[in-house]
């Protein structure tokens, strides 16, 4: 059973429910030794178009001023009142737009850590989703915004760093696991490694999956094609990450079920995350 968790979310974003506080205390009854609190961060709407903003579905995020005056003081709250019982950290999880490196080394100032999901990526000249956008060409966009980011040393953990795989289409149209893919796998593995970056293996993909359809273990992702060829590399860095959108998700069936895929897979997973500042 896991032993900590760093990919955790609040009501803040508007898609999950409760605050650092029910996590931690639901941490705290699971056993837990560590716990990480990683929001969406608040995305400045200037970033990008409107249309863009929408599109992504940016405007539920938390906004600056909730991080402010919210996020913080109840992480600090929690951190005063539960310290003694769990390690807590104070995180968010972040996109990368290249050219605001300062905005994001603002934000982190505050906290421990970042965690680095890419929900949308700069293609064209347009912010495609990471959903509903990638196919043989766009997905190497997907890489270069996510290897970039990783390269600037401002993140801990590329989250579900096999998204890329949830509507891919291949030349044909097909949704199917191509050289293309296999490529951006070896691309995002090595990256990580030469930048000192874990790679996520998220818990949450087996519940978004269903709500696609896909039932069984045949994930959208964790992807089993992404994880076997990461296991090639021993350098890697690996934790799973339950991405919390309720108290009651840092453990449950899903979680059960990507810890046993790992188990399975013969990946060498982190039962904790090295965060220095």
């Not at 996020?71 to 972040?94: F, H």
């Not at 100032?109 to 999901?117: E, I, K, V």
């Amino acid at each position: 059973m896991l032993k900590a968790n760093y990919h955790t979310h609040t009501k803040l974003c508007n898609h999950a429910i409760g605050m650092p506080e029910d996590y931690i205390k639901k941490a705290i009854e699971l056993g837990f030794k560590e716990i990480g609190m990683s929001d969406h961060a608040p995305v400045p709407e200037d970033f990008m178009s409107h249309e863009e903003y929408m599109y992504n579905w940016i405007h539920r995020n938390m906004k600056l001023n909730e991080y402010y005056e919210i996020y913080l003081p109840s992480l600090d709250d929690a951190i005063s009142k539960y310290s003694k019982d769990i390690k807590i950290y104070r995180g968010l999880e972040t996109e990368f737009i290249p050219g605001h490196e300062e905005y994001y080394i603002g934000l982190k100032a505050n906290l421990d850590y970042l965690n680095l999901g890419i929900h949308y990526f700069l293609s064209n000249g347009k912010e495609l989703n990471s959903y509903d956008d990638v196919n043989y060409k766009t997905i190497y966009d997907y890489a270069n915004i996510a290897i970039k980011g990783m390269e600037t040393g401002i993140f801990n953990c590329l989250v579900h760093p096999d998204l890329f795989y949830f509507q891919y289409k291949d030349e044909n149209g097909n949704h199917t696991f191509d050289c293309h893919c296999e490529k951006v796998t070896r691309m995002l593995v090595e990256a990580a490694i030469k930048n000192n970056v874990y790679l996520e293996v998220n818990a949450n993909g087996p519940a978004n999956s269903r709500k696609y359809g896909v039932n069984g273990s045949d994930w959208l992702y964790p992807l089993k094609e992404f994880w076997t060829i990461a296991k090639e590399y021993k350098d890697l860095k690996i934790v799973i990450g339950a991405d919390a959108h309720n108290p009651e998700n840092l453990w449950n069936q899903d979680v059960a079920d990507v810890e046993a895929f790992t188990k399975e897979l013969g990946l060498n997973i982190s039962n904790f995350m090295e965060i220095t500042k």
